[in-house]
């Protein structure tokens, strides 16, 4: 620190002076610390994002324990995709097996003729026809099954385990956009067109399906959670993927697409799934599935969830009930609450949306404050604008 002698010398000011200043300094200094700072009053915009400082414009910071570790936030953000081993236990998977048979005479459907899987954009692919016969299975309405068929299904939605990575991934207020799909495949069953991805086949960004990082955090648009059901061993088939293309900046090949240039199909892998196993992968990573090799039935349930604000599908609108109900009353009745909380409609948390915790349990929703509900209601005639 310069002494008041140096400063008066050089700049010509008076020492007694140049002490006062540097009394106050020391004083204000040693007063001013983040004990004594006072609680400060958030305005209305909200700019400032300090936890001190959050309003209601911020969203929710998640509750509970973090869930994901820094090694699967290291290997989603490189691959695109993660497996998590054990989710689910084999009792849980026996029950849903057994709920999958019970609908299967009525209820699974085979994808034949113009809806096979294989030949999509006017394209036909030797690499993914398996017998050229034999098509791929697909069943719904698990949700809306009657208990306890539905019971493992349901318990994605608010799984302890999963419930944390998805706020990771999602962020808070996660919310389940497509009508979950089981997929099976016998032996010599088809595969799908390599499809997905960051840049379409024409070269446009796939908004829709975005993922980003900024500012120190993952976001998904769309994420797809994969409950496995029977193994997928390694060269089985089902479920592949290109590691690192969610953050692609160049169009799909075609040829990679359809693996039909062994070149570029060397960088396709068919990720290992067994029982009770759930695979997590950005919608932005190119993917597809591979014919099915193994002699014992393909069996996986796909979920698709999106942020709480953001919509793709339109499952929720019960088209049988009218555009402005809900999933069909099948599908949430007898739903817990926090799984409830995943079923709402697209919309920000701070319109009084309640989310889950680290644990999966519901969080009620931070009220909106009064007077700018009083206030929308003169506006629009409504609660919510």
Avoid at 169 to 189: F, K, N, T, W
Wanted: net charge neutral.
């Amino acid at each position: 620190m310069m002494s008041s002698r140096f400063l008066s010398r050089c700049f010509q000011i008076p020492s007694s002076t140049v002490r006062r200043v540097a009394q106050h300094q020391l004083v204000t200094s040693a007063s001013y610390t983040t004990s004594s700072i006072p609680p400060q009053k958030v305005g209305h915009s909200g700019h400032l994002s300090a936890e001190t400082l959050r309003n209601q414009h911020d969203v929710p910071e998640p509750q509970g324990a973090p869930g994901i570790t820094h090694a699967q936030k290291y290997l989603f953000d490189l691959n695109g995709y993660i497996v998590l081993k054990n989710v689910f236990s084999l009792a849980e998977v026996q029950s849903a097996n057994e709920a999958v048979d019970h609908h299967t005479p009525t209820e699974m459907h085979e994808r034949k003729s113009q809806l096979r899987t294989s030949g999509l954009y006017g394209r036909e692919s030797k690499a993914l026809a398996g017998d050229g016969n034999t098509g791929r299975f697909d069943m719904g309405g698990m949700l809306g099954w009657d208990s306890p068929h539905n019971s493992t299904f349901r318990r994605v939605l608010a799984h302890p385990t999963l419930a944390p990575i998805l706020n990771e991934l999602l962020g808070v207020g996660y919310r389940l956009d497509h009508s979950p799909l089981l997929i099976a495949q016998e032996q010599g069953s088809e595969g799908h067109t390599l499809h997905g991805g960051a840049i379409t086949e024409a070269g446009e960004p796939a908004w829709p399906l975005a993922y980003e990082f900024r500012h120190g955090r993952m976001r998904n648009q769309l994420l797809t959670v994969c409950l496995q059901l029977t193994p997928a061993n390694a060269g089985d088939g089902g479920f592949c993927a290109v590691p690192g293309s969610h953050k692609s900046n160049y169009s799909i090949p075609p040829a990679l697409a359809d693996l039909a240039d062994e070149e570029l199909a060397q960088v396709v892998r068919q990720p290992v799934a067994m029982p009770g196993d759930v695979l997590i992968f950005s919608e932005a990573t190119l993917h597809g599935t591979l014919p099915w090799t193994a002699a014992h039935q393909r069996r996986t349930v796909i979920y698709r969830f999106a942020p709480a604000g953001s919509a793709y599908g339109r499952g929720y609108l019960a088209a049988n009930r009218g555009a402005e109900a809900l999933w069909p009353e099948t599908t949430l009745e007898g739903m817990t609450e926090d799984q409830r909380a995943v079923m709402l409609p697209p919309y920000h948390p701070r319109m009084n949306r309640p989310y889950l915790d680290g644990e999966g349990q519901v969080v009620k929703a931070k009220a909106r404050e009064p007077f700018k509900v009083e206030f929308d209601e003169k506006v629009f005639g409504t609660r919510y604008f």
